[in-house]
């Protein structure tokens, strides 16, 4: 039905663009070209006329005022002009007929226009006879019979050409007609189909979804009407289908976190209150190791230096390991002493300038400085927000280990300097000792994790680990960079002060 009203329909507007095309071309013809040359030809007969006026005036009283018309009507559209137009128009009968009214307008100038005028110039009115006057009306008929001939011709092209114009305008009405109707027709056709085959399944699928999304998971969604809507309302379904299935996944999934979650929660207090107890057991323990230890390390000093000769070889090397091994645990103790205080003792937090901080922490290193004729130089630091206590600890222990772990065969030289990078300064502190080694860059902030012997290298291992600790209390990260050469660079972050620029380099170098 659709297919047979569109051909119609097409057939139909076919129709109306060749009546369309006809009625115009007509209209043309009626209104322009015939209406044109119609007047053109009644101008060139008026102006023909003009000239037989005048020329007549002229012979009766010799007055060159009465030949204006007849010079005039010589410049003006005449009939061979019409003639030359209506060939170039390709209509040979209208040429023949304008071109017989010039050549009988021409006879009449040339045969009796010009010789009366000459014989007037010459010799007056009286040159001219009644019968040269007579043979000149003759002449001028002949020319205006032949100019109705060619006029009458264009009255009845026009009239014929006004006549097809209201003929086609009548088709064309019908046609209009015709093609509203078709029109009417085919948009009846095409709504009561697209209701039956589109809207109607459209509907009820629709519905089907609107079902589903507002929770019924479990409505079907069933397809009807042409193969797309039951395709789409296939893929629908498969979507349903699918999204039940993963409704039912993340329900299970949900159920599995929350249990999770609770568990976590659990093990979170415990470990929140298994560390308290720890911080708190590893405060009491070693402040209340201290005194008794500070009894061993006196007395055994005492007895080192009042015996110490005065029993055997081996006797002293007992000793002194007694009074060594003191010593070792009362550094150890004051470390993690220190190390328990962070974040549970705190001061308060004002805007530092880690140039002054450094100077303070070279001011604590100066004997081991000087005694082992270390470079320490930086570039400009920054001001920070932080517990300046904690800060000098950092990078007291900073320089501290780079100077401990400096290569044998060279003085130490440490570095240290700051770059800006977002929200927050990055900081690093660079030298020539012996480095660390990239598998262990980790294990160093490790509390009591040593890379090398006690008797090699003194330390308890808890200062980079007291470092790790002050960092991540201020807010920041610390870490190991790879390797780039001799010695090791450590790199740390601390938050910035905005809009605070970096301070100027105070005590560039240090010796």
């Not at 189909?193 to 019924?216: F, M, N, Q, T």
């Not at 003792?345 to 450094?358: H, I």
């Amino acid at each position: 039905m659709l297919v047979t009203s569109g051909l119609v329909l097409g057939v139909l507007v076919a129709g109306a663009a060749v009546v369309l095309a006809r009625l115009v071309d007509r209209q043309e013809a009626v209104t322009r070209t015939y209406f044109d040359a119609i007047t053109d030809a009644d101008s060139a007969f008026v102006h023909l006329v003009d000239a037989e006026t005048a020329v007549r005036g002229f012979a009766l009283t010799g007055d060159e005022v009465t030949l204006e018309p007849y010079e005039r009507a010589l410049a003006e559209v005449s009939f061979a002009t019409l003639a030359a137009r209506q060939r170039e128009g390709g209509d040979e009968q209208l040429a023949q007929a304008a071109a017989g009214a010039a050549r009988a307008a021409q006879v009449w100038y040339d045969d009796f226009a010009e010789p009366v005028v000459g014989a007037v110039r010459a010799g007056g009115p009286a040159a001219v006879s009644a019968s040269t006057v007579e043979a000149g009306r003759t002449l001028f008929d002949d020319a205006r019979a032949e100019a109705q001939v060619y006029t009458d011709l264009l009255r009845e092209r026009r009239h014929r050409a006004a006549t097809e114009l209201r003929t086609w305008m009548s088709v064309a009405m019908w046609t209009l007609v015709a093609l509203v109707g078709a029109a009417v027709a085919l948009g009846v056709g095409l709504w009561v189909a697209l209701r039956r085959w589109v809207v109607e399944p459209l509907h009820a699928l629709a519905a089907d979804a609107r079902a589903v999304s507002s929770g019924d998971l479990r409505h079907p969604v069933v397809g009807t009407g042409p193969g797309e809507i039951t395709s789409l309302a296939r893929d629908v379904e498969t979507m349903r289908t699918t999204l039940v299935a993963q409704v039912e996944e993340v329900e299970r999934s949900r159920a599995e976190i929350q249990d999770a979650h609770a568990r976590l929660s659990e093990q979170t207090e415990e470990l929140e209150r298994s560390n308290r107890d720890l911080e708190q057991f590893a405060y009491v323990a070693s402040h209340d190791l201290q005194e008794p230890l500070r009894k061993v390390a006196s007395f055994t000093q005492l007895l080192q230096k009042r015996y110490g000769g005065q029993l055997d070889e081996r006797a002293d090397q007992y000793i002194e390991f007694a009074v060594d091994g003191a010593k070792r645990m009362q550094r150890l103790i004051q470390d993690l002493l220190g190390f328990s205080r962070v974040g549970r003792v705190t001061g308060e937090l004002t805007d530092v300038d880690l140039a002054d901080v450094l100077a303070q922490a070279l001011d604590n290193l100066g004997e081991a400085v000087v005694e082992s004729g270390a470079t320490v130089t930086h570039d400009a630091l920054p001001v920070v927000r932080g517990e300046r206590t904690l800060l000098v600890q950092l990078l007291q222990n900073l320089v501290g280990n780079a100077i401990k772990f400096r290569d044998p065969d060279r003085p130490p030289v440490v570095h240290l300097s700051a770059e800006r990078e977002g929200d927050e300064w990055v900081l690093r502190c660079r030298d020539n000792g012996i480095g660390i080694d990239e598998q262990y860059a980790d294990r160093v902030f490790v509390i009591f994790q040593r890379l090398h012997a006690k008797d090699v290298y003194e330390g308890t291992g808890i200062g980079l680990a007291l470092c790790k600790k002050i960092v991540e209390f201020h807010g920041g990260r610390i870490w190991i960079d790879p390797p780039d050469g001799d010695g090791s660079s450590i790199r740390w972050t601390l938050p910035a002060t905005d809009p605070q620029a970096p301070s100027g380099q105070i005590g560039a170098s240090r010796a």
